[in-house]
């Protein structure tokens, strides 16, 4: 989440929404100019899995860390100059051009969670906007209100 506030003050886009899957992340930005959304992406992924790479190796004692690290290695034919790899190489980028799209992608965010089972309902997962837009709470993390 730090490295999300601090990107999107870097870069200046609007946040309008995010869920943190075990596996993935959802975001609904809105960026300035529209056609960076790849570079905001890429920088995401970069500084989000440095992060996550340098707190697996600082445990090397923990069994958990080491079998992370195994997993986000790379065989030797794949990698070039780099030997792990957290995030796919991947993203899906959809334009909402409406209100009702806006509030169509977030439920689906939000209820991400739900459908892979990890909660029974949006509100007991913390690693997302719906406790800013439903509970008011900006403890995580501040949403940009897009009107």
């Not at 946040?15 to 596996?23: E, Q």
Request: glycine share 2%; hydrophobic share 40%; net charge positive.
């Amino acid at each position: 989440m730090e490295v999300l506030d601090g990107l999107r003050q870097k870069m200046q886009f609007l946040l309008v929404g995010w869920v943190l899957m075990p596996d993935h992340f959802h975001l609904l930005i809105k960026p300035e100019p529209a056609d960076s959304t790849s570079l905001i992406v890429q920088r995401l992924k970069d500084r989000t899995a440095r992060r996550i790479l340098a707190a697996l190796r600082r445990h090397p004692e923990n069994t958990w860390c080491r079998k992370m690290l195994a997993r986000f290695r790379l065989p030797p034919s794949v990698h070039d100059e780099c030997h792990f790899r957290v995030w796919q190489r991947r993203f899906y980028p959809f334009n909402v051009y409406s209100e009702k799209k806006r509030l169509e992608k977030l439920d689906y965010m939000h209820g991400n969670p739900v459908q892979r089972r990890l909660v029974s309902s949006p509100d007991q997962w913390p690693w997302s906007s719906w406790r800013f837009y439903y509970l008011e709470d900006a403890s995580v993390l501040a949403m940009d209100r897009c009107s």
